[in-house]
Each structure stands twice: as C-alpha cells, then as structure tokens.
C-alpha cells in the first residue's frame, strides 16, 4: 500500500495537466473571482458639459473627479456633441450644467444639473447617477450651511437607450455570447476530441477525407444550430422582454455568423490539445465560460476591475462581440461605428483557424 501511494503521487507529479487543474486553476479562479466580481465603480468615462464656468460648476466638477469614481474623457461645447460621444462609446455618463448655475443655486429658481447616463448596462447606470447625485447634493448641504438661505439645487436624471432600466437588455446581448460560444467552441472540441477518443478519428483519415474535410464537416452543422439558437434569442427578446431593436438585423446576423465562426476555431484548436472529452470539456469551462462571463462586460463594468485583468480582457472575443449587439440592438449604430469590434474579430477568426488548421495536421495528419 505504502508503494502503491508513492507511486500515485509520482504519477500525478510527473503529469503537468494533473497539476495544473489541481493548483493552477484554483488560483487562477480565485483571483478572477475576487478581482472581477465587483459592483464598484472606478473611473467611470464621464463628460461634462458646463455651460455656466462659474465657481460652483467647477467645484462641484472637481468634487466629482476627486471623488475616484469617476474620470473626464472630454469637455463638451455643445448639447450636440453629447449624442455622439454616446454613439462612440467613450463616455458612460455625460453632466450638463446649465446656464448662470451659481447665481440660480444661490437664488431663485433653483439650479438644474442634468445627468445623462448610457443606460444599456442598467446596473452601472443607476451607480453612476446615484453616486453623482449623491456628489452633487452633498456639495449643496455644505454651501446652504455656510449661507443665510438654502442652497436650491434640481437634478434631472435621463437614462439614455433604456430609460425604464429594464435588465434584459443587458441579459440579452450576453445571453447570445454565452450560448454562440458555448455551443461553438465547447461542442466542437468535445466531438472531435469524441472521435479521437474512441478512435474513430484514425478511421476517418485514412478515408479519402482529407483534414479540411472532416474539420469542414465538424464545424458546419454547428455553425447552423448556433445561427438557429442566436435566431431563437432575438426573437424571444422581442416577444417575450419587449427589447427594442434599433439597428439593422441583417449586420446583426452577419456579425453573429462572424463570431461562430470565431468560437468554431477557438473550439478546433481546444480539441487539438485535447485527448478525451473530459480534457476538451475542462478547458472549454476555464478557458471560454468564466473568462466570458467575468471578463467580457457582460455582467461586471470592465473599467472597475484592476489594469492587469483589464488588458486581459482585450484578448475575449466575447468582449467585442458584446460590444457590437449593444451598438446595434440598443444604440442603432452601423458598421462605421463597430467596423473595430468587427476587424478584432476577423483577426481573432484567422489567428485561431490558421493555428488549429496547422495543429490538427501535426497532431492527426
């Protein structure tokens, strides 16, 4: 028995894939977990557009910088401009001071400030304007503390593409991503892997199929269930949640199309490494489903995790295919506002086919 023991550890030690489930994974998870799944807000993209300059507006400016949550991405000249920075996707939150702002804080009527937030992520939204409200009338307790009269301060609250601030439609663009990856990548490494491990595989390529063929032959009734699932989503969300749709569905589906593919390859490339379904299912998990759902927006604001796993996440193709459903379905934006999600992703789609291709025919060929 003692033998038998010393033998078992030696063959765990010697096997490095052993290895790295039982210690890297719970490391690597650990740290994903405490790190990703937070509901803070860090440097929040913010624009201000102040049309009064006085000494309240830029104190009130510079409490809301200081504050940590937040962080200026541009000065705004004009209510025109804000519209467009939204579409470009560089502000989360956009603060509008209105004309003789100190003057009508101190007097009558009261001050307005206007906060408009990009609502298509509702619980970020509702932190943003809460914080900034809270900011805001915190400045006006201290200034009626130091006047005769009270300082007369109305905030005005817009939620800019979901003013109702209804979750799905968060749910949704993330729900697609989950499901186009999940059935793409992970079912097409497990059934490669499948052949592979009952040794079928062998027989296939030694058939007149060469591997083109067969990967060919893998990947297209996937391609076909994945687009009919992506189908099924849209048309529930319409239905059943009520979502709106604001862009064009025919960029929409090619996109859709474009990110299977994507999956379709990262799911090759998985099976290549991959001996049993059992290894092609651990790696699919850790390397396609957390990674998607911690690192990829859909769940957690990107911008308040640590630089580190913020960089990371520019590597998920998931990140940019969010990114793209959100500018179409929520913002009716074309392809010149998401031709950068959609060129990452075509590169991404190369990268993975040319390596998995080139694996498959070292491995199998």
Same mark, same amino acid.
Request: hydrophobic residues 50%; glycine residues 4%; without cysteine.
């Given at each position: ?5 010393i033998k ?52 009130? /400016?510079?409490? @809301? +910088?200081?504050?940590?949550?937040? &962080?200026?991405? %541009?000065?705004?000249?004009? !209510?025109? #401009?804000? $519209? ?90 993330? /729900?697609i991503? @989950? +499901?186009?990856?999940?059935?793409? &990548?992970?079912? %097409?490494?497990?059934?490669? !892997?499948? #052949?592979? $491990? ?63 593919v ?22 699919s ?6 990674p ?9 604001p ?64």
């Amino acid at each position: 028995m003692k033998g038998f023991i010393i033998k078992e550890f030696m063959h765990i030690f010697r096997d490095r894939r052993t290895m790295l489930i039982l210690f890297g994974m719970p490391i690597i998870q650990i740290l994903l977990f405490g790190y990703a799944i937070t509901n803070e807000i860090n440097n929040a993209q913010i624009a201000i557009l102040d049309h009064s300059n006085d000494q309240s507006t830029r104190e009130i /400016t510079q409490k @809301i +910088l200081s504050s940590g949550y937040f &962080a200026l991405n %541009t000065k705004l000249n004009s !209510a025109e #401009e804000i $519209e467009k920075v939204f579409r470009e996707g560089k502000i989360k939150e956009a603060i509008v001071f209105e004309s003789d702002f100190d003057k009508k804080l101190r007097n009558a009527p009261p001050a307005s400030l206007q906060l408009i937030t990009d609502a298509s992520d509702p619980n970020t939204a509702n932190l943003l304007s809460n914080y900034t409200q809270a900011i805001a009338l915190d400045y006006q307790k201290q200034l009626t503390a130091a006047m005769p009269a009270p300082a007369r301060l109305n905030i005005q609250s817009t939620m800019q593409y979901n003013p109702e601030l209804k979750g799905v439609f968060m749910f949704v663009p993330g /729900t697609i991503t @989950i +499901l186009l990856m999940l059935i793409s &990548a992970m079912m %097409t490494s497990i059934s490669i !892997a499948r #052949e592979k $491990e009952t040794g079928t595989m062998e027989v296939l390529l030694v058939s007149p199929l060469k591997p083109f063929h067969i990967i060919v032959g893998k990947v297209i009734p996937y391609i076909l269930l994945s687009f009919i699932n992506a189908l099924i989503i849209l048309v529930l969300a319409a239905t059943v949640f009520g979502m709106p749709f604001q862009g064009s569905l025919l960029l929409l589906l090619l996109e859709s199309i474009l990110f299977i593919v994507m999956a379709l390859s990262m799911g090759i490339l998985i099976s290549t490494v991959s001996n049993s379904q059992q290894t092609a299912m651990l790696l699919s998990m850790f390397a396609l489903m957390l990674p998607t759902i911690l690192l990829s927006g859909f769940i957690f604001p990107i911008e308040n995790m640590p630089f580190p796993l913020q960089i990371f996440s520019h590597i998920m193709p998931s990140k940019w295919f969010i990114i793209i459903i959100k500018n179409i379905m929520l913002k009716g934006l074309g392809i010149a506002y998401v031709w950068k999600e959609t060129l990452i992703l075509v590169a991404m789609t190369f990268f993975f086919i040319g390596l998995s291709v080139k694996k498959f025919n070292i491995r199998l060929g």
